[in-house]
């Protein structure tokens, strides 16, 4: 079975800081990755995706993500918060031989302090 | 424009009534799925289909029951049977070709 652990439930940064939030997975195969966001009372935003290929994964706002397969890890960065960055992330992967149903981690919910 | 419509946002559900949330999507996605959302809990899976007239049960599926008539709609029932129904449910869907899903803005249900 799948899981995705994330570390740290609550992550506090001061606005032009580094966010960096921190995903591990399992997976018997070759997993396809994913980060989204939310919005209090949202639905779940895309921000980025890894499948094949490069693994260097860029997505919207200014957020990326590397996938490192020897640390089955998937950590999401981006350079300097910005206050509209406090929402809710969660990661994402994929099971590809059932439909694409996603095991989700627990989620971290980011605050910007200004 | 092209989307996933949940409804009603918000529903208030008295002690022993059943409840229909409903999740309707125009993208042409074959595959929808239901899921719950507790606090610091993510995401877990209710029911997913795959095709009309198919569905399977997810990891938390006691309790709930859904039907897929129509490629367009995957309503959800939230039974009696259910003993902790309140939390936030989220509707998805996604295409053969995509591999993310696309997800609705969900329904917050609270038992009164």
């Known amino acids: 079975a799948q899981s995705v652990t994330q570390l740290g439930s609550h992550v506090s940064v001061s606005e032009g800081a580094l966010v960096l939030l921190r995903c591990n997975y399992s997976?018997?195969?070759?997993?396809?990755l994913f980060w989204y966001v939310q919005y209090p009372n949202q639905g779940l935003q895309l921000l980025l995706k890894?499948?094949?290929?490069?693994?260097l994964v860029k997505g919207i706002n200014g957020f990326e993500a590397e996938f490192k397969k020897s640390e089955t890890s998937f950590h999401l960065t981006k350079p300097s918060a910005h206050m509209s960055d406090a929402a809710e992330y969660f990661c994402?992967?994929?099971?590809?031989?059932?439909?694409?149903?996603?095991?989700f981690g627990g989620g971290t919910r980011v605050l910007v302090k200004p | 424009d092209g989307g996933i419509t949940q409804s009603p946002k918000y529903l208030f559900r008295k002690e022993g009534q059943n409840v229909t949330l409903s999740c309707e999507q125009n993208?042409?996605?074959?595959?929808m799925y239901w899921y719950r959302q507790d606090p610091g809990q993510g995401l877990r899976l209710i029911y997913y289909?795959?095709?009309?007239?198919?569905?399977q049960k997810g990891d938390i599926a006691e309790g709930y029951s859904v039907s897929r008539e129509k490629k367009e709609s995957f309503p959800l029932t939230v039974t009696s049977a259910q003993k902790n129904p309140t939390a936030f449910y989220l509707c998805?869907?996604?295409?053969?070709?995509?591999?993310?899903?696309?997800f609705g803005q969900g329904t917050r249900l609270t038992v009164v």
């Open positions: 998805a869907s996604t295409a053969p070709l995509y591999t993310e899903a696309f």
């Open positions: 997976s018997s195969v070759p997993p396809y």
């Open positions: 890894y499948t094949t290929g490069a693994t």
């Open positions: 994402a992967v994929s099971d590809v031989a059932a439909g694409n149903k996603l095991t």
């Open positions: 993208l042409n996605h074959d595959a």
């Open positions: 289909s795959q095709i009309v007239n198919d569905f």
